[in-house]
Every structure is written in C-alpha cells, then in structure tokens.
C-alpha cells in the first residue's frame, strides 16, 4: 500500500462524498420544511443521469446535457411535487412511504420502457478526459472537477441559505414552519421552490455521474438508502450534517472497500480474511451510522431547534 | 422532615432564553401547593422537568429526599409521580374503561402476558371502574373516547392520573376549557384529594386556586418571586403588580 | 355489544374462515387442474402472508414502519442455505439457528433502530437491510450475486418439507398458528402495551411504562415471524438470493398489509393474495405491468385505507344485516 495509491482512494472517496452531498442537501431540505421525505429523490437522480446521457449521446455536448438536463430534472421535480406529493404533506408516514415507494417503481419501469433494461453509456467528456497532477500522482481530471463542481455547489449553497432572502424563510420554515406561514409567506411557493432545487441537485448529481457509474433502471435506490444513512449520521434537516456527513460516508466507505481486505490479511490467515473482507467494508458505513446513533440520536451535526 | 417534592436551584435553557431561573421549590405531602404566573412564566416546563420529560441544565429534583433528577419518565411514575397535561392526553381509540384499566396496568407488575386477554383480568378492571366512580364517569365505562365532550375527557385524564395510586400529583391547568359546573366539581374532587397526596397545581382559575391552596408559588419569567400562604401573596404588593393586578379588584368585589 | 359491532365481528370471522378455508383446499384443486404451478404459486403467497403478518403486528398495531423487515426473511432463507452447503440438513437445527441469529440481530437492530422515530426510524431500518443485501452479496463462498442453490429441502424427522404438498400445509399451519396467536396477543396486557404506545407513547411513559422493552419485544417477535417465512421460502425455491432482502421485497410486504387492511390480524394475508395474485395476472400480460403497479400503489394510498379485507367484512356485515329480521 503506498502513499499514492491512499491518496488516490481518499481522492475517491472525496468525490463520491461529494456526488453524496448534492443528494443529500436536497433531500434534507425538503425534509426540515415539509418534513416529509421523498424516497423518490433517488428516481429524481435517476432521470437527470438519463436525461443528461440522453442529450449527451444526441448532441455530444456535455454542456447541452447540463444545460437541458438540470432544469428538465427540476421541472420533473416540480410536476411529481404538485401532482402526487403535495396531497401526502399532511399524511402519516406510511402514507409517504408507501406513495413514494409507487412512483420509485414508476419511474424504473418508465425508463425501462424508454431506454430498455440494459445500460446507457455516457462517455467522459473530451476535454476532462485527462489526468491532472496532484500532490506528485496522476488523477483522473474528471473526478476531480467533480469535486471542484461539488465544492462550488456546496459555498454556492452555503451563500443561499445564509446571505439571501430566501435562504433566511427556508431557515426559518426548518426551524418554525407554523410561524413562517403566520407570517404571510407563500408557503406553498416556497415548498416548490425548495423542492425544485432539491430536484436539480438530484439532476446535477445525475449528470456529473453519467459517465463513471452505470446508467440504468433503479440505479437510484442504492444511493438514496446511501443517502439516507449521511442525512442520519449527520443529522436531519441540518446542511452541514449533510456536507460532513457525505464526506465521511463517502471517505469511509472507499477506503474502507479498498483498505480493509489488505488490513486483515495483515492479522487473519488468507481465506478468512477474504472472506470477511469485502463482507465487513460492505457494513462499514452501517456500523458507522449505527455507533452514531448509539452515542447521539440526533445525528452529529443536528439542526438547532430553539 | 423532608419534604415529599423538593427542586433545589433548577434551571432550564431554550437558546437564549432562560425558561425556569434557579427555583427552588417544595410540596409536601397532603398540602397543595399552587403555581400560578401570567403566560410564558415556564410553569409547563417547570412541570415537564419534575415529570422528567425535559432534563433540567442545572439543580436537582428531590423525592423524599431522593435525587431523582436523572430518572425517565416511567421511573418517576412507578416512584409515585402523577401527572395531567395542560392539554388532554388520553388513548383517543381505546373505550373509557380502556384507557384506565392501562393507566392501573402500568402500576400491576410487567406486561409480559400475551396470551390471556386483559378482559379477564377482573381485578385490574374493578380499580379502574372504582377511579372512573370516583371522577364521575361511572356511566361512559364502554363510550369510545371520541364521543366524549371536553369536560368528560379531562374527568378521564384525572381518573387515568389517579388510577396509578400516585403519592404526588402534578396537575398542569386541570380545569382548562371547563365549564364553571365542571371547575366546581373537579374543585370538589380536588379537595377530597388533599391530605392524601401532595399536589403541586399549577392553574390559572384564580377561584380555584384560593379555595384549594395551602400555599402558592408565583412564577414569573421562570423565577419564583413569592411564596407563601393564600392570604400573604393576596397582599404581596410585588406579586399584584407582576400578575394579580386588575384581578384583584375582581376578587375583592 | 351493539347489534352493528357484532355483525362486523362475526363478518370478520366469516371472511377469515372463507379465506383460510379457500387456502386449505389450494392442493386438492391444484390436483385436479394438474401441475405444480398452483400450488407453488400459492406457497409462496402463503409464504408472504405469514411475513406481512408478522410485520403487520409492529406496522398495524404498534405503528413502527419497518422498511426492512425482509433481512429476517433473508436470514432465515440462508440459515438453510448456509447449513444444507455444510450438509446439515435437518430442520431442527436449521430452525434453532434462524430463530437464534434472528434474535440476536433484532435485538440489535431494534435497540439502535428504537432510538429514533418517525421517518428516521423508517429510513434507519432501510439502511440496515441494505446493509445484510449488500453483505450476503459480498459473501462469495456462499454464492455471492447469484445466490445458493440448497440440495434438498429441511428435514424434520418425522417428516421432510420434500414434497410439495407437505410444505404448503406445514406453511399454511404455521400461518394459521400465527393468526391465532397473535389474534390473542393483540387483547392480551402486551398487546394493549403495544397499541398504547401506537396510540400516545408520551402518556404511556408517564402511566409508568417502560416502551422501550415492550416495543423492543414486538420488533423481535414480528423478526422472527419473517425468520421463519424466509425458511419456508428457501426450502419452496431450493435458493437462497441476495434478492430475498432487497428493499422492494420489504416494500412488498408493507403493500400486502395496506392493500389487505391494516390494523387487523388477518388483513395481511388478503393483501397478499390479492398483490401476488395481481402479479401473476399482470405479468402475463406485460413485461412492463410494473408501471401500472407504481401509480396503482400511489392511488390507493391516497385513496382507499380500510384496504381489501376491510372492504370484505363491510359488504358481509351489510350483507347480514339485509338478511336479518327488520328492527
């Protein structure tokens, strides 16, 4: 194990952090307004990878595919809020669970239908196609404008919540939804809002994916539940618990899956070790978010209710 | 003599605002000690940290001179603590005679029995029936909690609290929302109470409070600010202008 | 009782012996059409119905959405798997090892689990049954992605699962077995606990109940209702898949309960004759009959909630009352 090939792998798991992170802002925004939340961010994802190859394969811009793709997962976004959501805001859980558990099927099935079951391949684009020099080693320049991408997000975000009008009611409808609405905001409007840019979060974590993992139906669901376990560990309705979070899932969870095989080799002889190797780097992030619960139930960067 | 309830120097924070200020306070047993203060004076969190559902920031709770500020909840209500919320807190889909037979449940050993049906359990439902006599709501034994007025579901908040044998009662605006019939018969209820348990009443019916107290405790901004006997903080010239005030003519006149 | 609660009560009793009944003849008329497909199909429907029963008892009654109860399912689908690779074939240990791990797991689970509500709660136990797919994958000695094949079905001693119809009555019997259970479960002090706690947990701690223990308790008993559907399951397809606890198996079985009727014991398994019945019709149809299943989901939640067997009883009793003298 060498210097560069950690590095390499912190890098890694950096920017699956980050592609976390996009997920996770948006859906922990929407939790601490509506306190409802969506199971089917991860279809949201979904379509903005499909819609982004899509453009991607038919105009071969990349920047078409985030300049048609992005808003158009956000205006999906919008449509299945006003459409099917908004009747489940008052609803009990269940209700929420089981609603959104419908249109995650739906939506598999749709691109299924469009797309077919097999995958669709988006190709890196040519001028990221390189590798950049880091710290002495060679990194593939596309992972690391995703970070670069990610980390404008995340200050761009930071600017909205905390500098703008907008930011402040979205503060203030996390932490006193009754109040906001007393106050005459529309709070309606404000809900889509909030959820239209989850949406498109959603549909910019899509895009910038497309051409490192695989593009096909319920591609979703294994990074919403992953999702779900940073908005957990970090603590819910909290963007900084959202960021951090990302972060170390992400970081944990790759170096985890590269390291931990090689570890135990180190301490049990060879045939168990590569068998609970991979099981254990599997349950890593789990144990991770099952220890922080243990210590603190609400996360380790909770939102402040007053 | 300890006393049956005793806080010594509690404090409780929200953010930037201090919700109870280092109050000291004492109930013993068989008195009724009231709290009364305008809104916003922290009397439900008061209320809350003795029944143990908010921990306090500092200080500490004393039963019979037993610390017993970092119980749960369930704990300090198997020690004897019995408490009614300001706002009604029943089991909205369970039968009156229900609902009591869980409040005496909780205090008739474990609940590890999954077989026999608890409609065999004939003990368990005659001290039920005998709470529900004794707050008045003999007849509603099989009505649904949904059909009840307002008034019967806080006589049935009362039965519950009383049907679990507690030694000190935390009573958090008992007669919000009644009538003036219904105040005056919890009044009555009240006072058979008195000497057999220790009541710490917080309430904002003035009539109530001066017919049923022992002593009184005024609260205001989370500090007690006089406590004494009914006569002495009718006169308190710091207490009548914090809260009594234009009251005061009315219970003059 | 009012004259209308017991006509509810005895429609209730109606439609369960209408339906178990129907369950008990599945193997004579599957006969008589001939082949197995029948009674392999309502195998694992019944299969199903003991799992949605089981979770149904800390859904419906305890008000503790679960979206991961399918792990159970997978554990005791390769506790079989696991011992038949290693030539143990017999069913009493294959059960006391499934109930063994199954207990254990659920008491951990459930106590971290148990620190949260709500919406955490639900995506908490989501996490955690990603977590056993995801292990059972990366467990390539045990057939990894593609699963175990298992040589011969649980032997009991006095009888093996080997033949088919064995194992649709041993699976029918369990269900019934459970049903009744938990029909007295549910009226007897921890029953009244559970629902208490559904009902207004914050009262309940201040009557003087520990909730922790007796929700932990109902956790662990629904667990291991799923630990012993996840038995029967392997031993009906000779397998064990990563894909017996893939969180769309979990989703399933909270449709089976909510199209079947929540809060009553016997809903579920109406509920999952009625989704995996669907299923088998729609998929003949299409491929794609998953696009109409999606927005189906969505419609009846927002739509009906008494849920199939709700709406059975209430045609009954109506059906009773017409038949009765006028008043």
């Known amino acids: ?306 | 003599m300890t006393s049956l309830l005793a806080t010594v120097g509690l404090v409780k924070r929200f953010g930037g605002l201090i919700a109870t200020d280092g109050v000291d306070l004492t109930v013993e047993a068989g008195e009724v000690h009231a709290v009364i203060g305008p809104n916003g004076a922290g009397k439900t969190t008061l209320i809350n940290q003795l029944s143990g559902e908010i921990a306090p920031d500092a200080g500490r709770i004393l039963l019979d001179g037993r610390d017993i500020t970092g119980e749960p909840v369930y704990r300090r209500a198997l020690m004897g603590i019995g408490r009614s919320y300001q706002i009604t807190s029943v089991f909205p889909e369970f039968s009156v005679l229900d609902n009591v037979v869980l409040a005496v449940q909780a205090h008739a050993g474990h609940s590890f029995s999954f077989w026999r049906p608890l409609s065999a359990e004939a003990a368990l439902i005659e001290r039920a029936r005998t709470a529900l006599a004794q707050s008045g709501l003999a007849a509603r034994l099989a009505t649904p909690v949904a059909a009840l007025a307002h008034g019967e579901r806080r006589q049935l908040e009362m039965a519950m609290t009383l049907a679990t044998s507690p030694r000190l009662l935390l009573l958090d605006e008992p007669m919000a929302g009644m009538s003036l019939a219904e105040s005056e018969r919890l009044v009555t209820l009240l006072a058979t109470l008195k000497g057999r348990y220790g009541i710490l009443l917080v309430e904002h019916d003035m009539d109530a409070v001066f017919k049923l107290a022992d002593r009184i405790s005024v609260l205001v901004y989370g500090r007690v600010i006089a406590c004494g006997d009914p006569a002495a903080i009718r006169a308190n010239p710091e207490v009548r202008a914090a809260y009594l005030g234009d009251q005061d003519a009315a219970v003059a006149a | 009782m009012s004259p209308a609660v017991r006509r509810r009560v005895d429609a209730r009793v109606v439609v369960a012996v209408l339906l178990l009944g129907g369950l008990a003849l599945v193997p004579m008329i599957s006969s008589l059409i001939g082949g197995p497909f029948y009674i392999t199909l309502f195998t694992r429907i019944v299969i199903f119905a003991l799992a949605a029963v089981g979770l149904n008892l800390i859904l419906g009654y305890g008000a503790l959405v679960s979206f991961g109860h399918a792990m159970y399912i997978g554990i005791g689908a390769y506790a079989v798997g696991i011992l038949s690779h290693h030539g143990v074939g017999s069913g009493w240990i294959q059960l006391a090892a499934a109930l063994a791990v199954g207990a254990v797991v659920a008491v951990v689970i459930g106590l971290v689990c148990l620190r949260t509500s709500g919406m955490a709660f639900i995506m908490i136990t989501l996490a955690f049954a990603q977590m056993f797919y995801f292990l059972a994958i990366s467990l390539k000695q045990y057939g990894g992605d593609d699963g175990l094949t298992i040589a011969a079905r649980s032997d009991f001693g006095v009888f093996t699962l080997a033949s088919n119809t064995v194992l649709y009555y041993t699976a029918l019997g369990v269900l019934v077995a459970c049903l009744i259970a938990f029909h007295r479960l549910v009226y007897s002090r921890f029953g009244m606990v559970l629902r208490g706690c559904r009902s207004n947990e914050r009262r309940m701690a201040a009557l003087g109940f520990p909730t922790l223990r007796y929700k932990l308790t109902a956790y662990v008993i629904s667990a291991l209702v799923c630990v012993i559907a996840g038995m029967l399951l392997a031993n009906l397809t000779k397998f064990s898949a990563p894909s017996y606890m893939a969180w769309q198996a979990s989703g399933d079985l909270i449709v089976m309960i909510v199209l079947g009727g929540m809060g009553t014991i016997v809903g579920p398994v109406a509920g999952a004759v009625a989704l995996l019945i669907l299923e088998e019709i729609l998929s003949g149809w299409t491929t794609h009959w998953m696009i109409v299943l999606g927005p189906a989901i969505v419609l009846i939640v927002l739509t009906a909630k008494r849920g199939i067997y709700g709406y059975l009883v209430e045609r009954t009793a109506r059906h009773a009352e017409a038949g009765a003298s006028p008043s």
Do not use: K
């Open chain 1, 1 to 306: 194990m060498t210097v560069g090939l950690f590095l390499t792998q912190a890098l890694n798991g950096l920017q699956l952090g980050i592609l976390l992170f996009l997920l996770a802002a948006g859906l922990t925004l929407v939790f601490g307004i509506m306190n409802f939340v969506n199971l089917a961010h991860g279809s949201l994802y979904m379509m903005g990878a499909y819609f982004a190859a899509a453009v991607f394969n038919w105009t071969g811009s990349f920047v078409l595919a985030g300049l048609i793709g992005v808003p158009a997962t956000m205006l999906l976004g919008v449509v299945v809020e006003r459409v099917a959501l908004i009747r489940l805001y008052r609803r009990d859980h269940l209700d929420q669970v089981l609603a959104t558990f419908g249109l995650i099927l739906f939506f598999n099935e749709l691109v299924r239908i469009i797309w077919g079951p097999a995958s669709v391949y988006m190709n890196t684009p040519a001028a990221l196609s390189g590798t950049v020099e880091l710290f002495g080693l060679r990194y593939p320049s596309y992972r690391f404008a995703i970070i670069g991408v990610g980390l404008a997000v995340g200050i761009g975000l930071y600017l909205l919540i905390h500098r703008t009008r907008i930011g402040m009611l979205i503060r203030a409808g996390a932490t006193h939804p009754e109040i906001v609405a007393a106050m005459g905001v529309n709070v309606r409007r404000l809900n889509t809002i909030v959820f239209g840019l989850g949406a498109g979060l959603a549909g910019l974590a899509g895009l910038m994916a497309g051409p490192i993992v695989s593009v096909q139906p319920g591609m979703g669901e294994p990074i919403l539940i992953l999702t779900l376990v940073v908005i957990v560990t970090g603590g819910i309705g909290s963007i900084r618990g959202a960021f951090y979070g990302a972060l170390i899932v992400g970081i944990v969870d790759t170096i985890g899956r590269a390291f931990l095989p090689t570890l135990l080799r180190e301490f049990l002889e060879r045939s168990l070790a590569q068998a609970a190797g991979p099981a254990i780097a599997s349950m890593l992030i789990y144990v991770l978010m099952a220890l922080v619960l243990a210590i603190r139930p609400q996360g380790l960067f909770p939102v402040r209710h007053a």
